[in-house]
């Protein structure tokens, strides 16, 4: 069975300081490995996105980083802000028939940035 | 451009009746996918449609059902409701079917009492 965890399951830092985020993945066969953020009820945003070949990935204040050995990523959240509060999800897509992607969700970790 | 819209934003209904939740894709997305997501925890794939046509499923009861329009617009179907049916429903477009890069709309509400 296709399984995303994520931790911490739930993080509180303060305004300025850097954090990161472990994702760890039983998915197969791998395609692709993306982190969203999600504010309190709406949707998902993408932040980055990365296939088997690609070992880090930035965007702004945010880096992503995947070991396809061991099965793991990380989100590093820099200098973070106020704004950066929110659910932050892992996602690894498995390739199914037909071309499409099978997405298997993690249960996000919560981080709250105090000022 | 719009993004991915969804409707209505909230939605009641009692235990045993049938909902519609409505999506409408990014213009010139072909590609929409379905997920519920339980408070305090990540989304579940229901459904993945493309091209009118469903590219995955799931694991959800044939309670759940979803069509996709030639304008690649999409509805998700959920009959015979009951209380565990009640969470975020979002929507995600993309342009092909096997593109990783979706965006997701805002959600619909559901809740069921």
């Known amino acids: 069975k296709n399984q995303v965890e994520q931790s911490p399951q739930s993080l509180i830092i303060l305004e300025g300081k850097n954090c990161t985020l472990q994702c760890n993945y039983t998915v197969s066969p791998f395609s692709n490995l993306r982190w969203y953020k999600q504010d309190t009820g709406r949707g998902p945003v993408s932040l980055t996105i990365?296939?088997?070949?690609?070992n880090t990935k930035s965007n702004g204040r945010y880096t992503a980083t995947l070991d396809a050995d061991t099965k793991q990523s990380s989100l590093h959240i820099t200098a973070s802000q106020l704004s950066d509060s929110a659910s932050y999800i892992c996602v690894v897509s498995a390739r199914a028939s037909g071309g499409s992607y099978i997405p298997t969700f993690g249960r996000g970790t919560s981080l709250i940035v105090h000022p | 451009d719009a993004g991915v819209t969804q409707s209505p934003t909230h939605l009641i209904k009692t235990r045993g009746q049938q909902v519609t939740l409505r999506c409408s894709p990014i213009?010139?997305?072909?590609?929409v996918s379905w997920y519920q997501q339980v408070l305090g925890q990540g989304p579940q794939f229901i459904f993945q449609y493309y091209e009118k046509e469903e590219r995955g499923r799931g694991n959800f009861p044939d309670r759940f059902s979803a069509r996709q329009f030639p304008n690649y617009s999409s509805e998700l179907n959920v009959n015979a409701l009951l209380l565990g049916d009640s969470a975020l429903y979002l929507c995600a477009s993309s342009s092909v079917a096997s593109s990783y890069e979706q965006y997701f709309g805002p959600g619909t509400r559901l809740t069921v009492t």
């Open positions: 213009s010139g997305h072909k590609s």
């Open positions: 990365m296939t088997f070949s690609e």
